[in-house]
């Protein structure tokens, strides 16, 4: 295998516009295509203000450059609030991106569920699955092709540990588990440093929603700081902070039947996309491990 059909299979890019870019949104996908990355997650989290001609456009940008879209949701999006018309609003926001992202051709919406608030963690839970249910039927009908992507959060006042995004993509029709391994680290106390942490997270999606879930894998990869209460901040390639990518990209080199996109969120956003990539690489080439730790 040639390294070209290999990042056909594994996908990185950043989180909206590379740093690196000024300039209009429809360009991005060109100017990734210049530095050897071929996925980018458009940024709609404020508010939802991509028009159907710009959509439509970018997807044409996209197609040519062969990028592969998703698009993140508004971070105003909470199906568990106490507040009645803020649930309302989060369903109408959701439906609007899951449009947006059906005229981009973009593969999956990801969105953070909610908070807890003074909920219990159950009741929270069930009520997200209960709006996204609801969510699932109606882009159904509409015709709408994105999957919905509730990401794993990294703040423990967010719904969103990894059981349960797990339990959402059981319940919800169209539905795949967004894995921001950050935020996995981060709220979990910093478990994923080994190929044996990687290892059991993917067997448990394997084994709870079946390989199909895992094959089709849309995470996001970034360097992290934490508290006890999880996620502080985001940080770079090279400081020696978690997650660990190697042994991931191990596993992604070895298992290929997976396919993966990654989409980075550091500070330095596509830096960081291309030195996982460059990870990859050596990796595959062979170069030694205890060379590569430096990237980390
Ligand atoms: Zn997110």
């Known amino acids: 295998m040639r390294v070209s ?46 028009t159907k001609d710009r959509a439509e456009a970018l997807r044409e940008e996209a197609e040519k450059n062969g990028v592969k879209l998703s698009l993140h949701a508004p971070y105003a999006i909470n199906f568990s609030s106490e507040n ?11 439906l609007k991106a899951l449009e947006v992202a059906h005229w981009m051709g973009a593969k999956v919406v990801v969105f953070h569920p909610g908070y807890y608030g003074k909920r219990e963690p159950r009741e929270a839970l069930e009520l997200i699955i209960e709006s996204l249910k609801e969510i699932a039927r109606l882009a159904k009908k509409k015709g709408f092709s994105p999957l919905i992507g509730p990401e794993t959060m990294g703040k423990k006042s967010q719904v969103g540990s990894l059981d349960e995004i797990i339990e959402i993509v059981k319940e919800v029709p169209h539905s795949i588990p967004v894995l921001d391994f950050a935020h ?25 929603l079946g390989s199909k879930k895992l094959k089709e894998l849309h995470s996001h990869f970034t360097k992290v700081e934490y508290t006890e209460k999880g996620e502080r901040r985001h940080r770079v390639f090279g ?15 070895e298992w290929n039947d997976i396919k993966a996109t990654i989409i980075s969120e550091s500070p330095v956003l596509e830096q960081d996309a291309i030195k996982m990539r460059d990870i990859l690489i050596k990796l595959f080439r062979g170069v030694n491990k205890k060379e590569l730790e430096k990237y980390e």
Do not use: C, M, W
């Open 239 to 253: 400081e020696g902070v978690g997650p660990k990518f190697i042994p991931l990209a191990e596993i992604l080199l």
């Open 184 to 208: 996995i680290h981060a709220r979990e106390g910093g478990i994923l440093n080994t190929r044996k942490d990687y290892e059991n997270l993917f067997e448990k999606i394997e084994s709870e």
């Open 84 to 94: 009645e018309a803020v649930i309302e609003a989060s369903k109408e926001r959701l």
């Open 5 to 50: 059909d290999l990042f056909k299979r594994i996908r990185l890019g950043p989180a909206g516009k590379p740093i690196g870019f000024t300039g209009d949104l429809l360009k991005v996908p060109e100017f990734l295509r210049g530095i050897h990355l071929n996925a980018l997650e458009v940024q709609q989290v404020r508010r939802i203000n991509i």
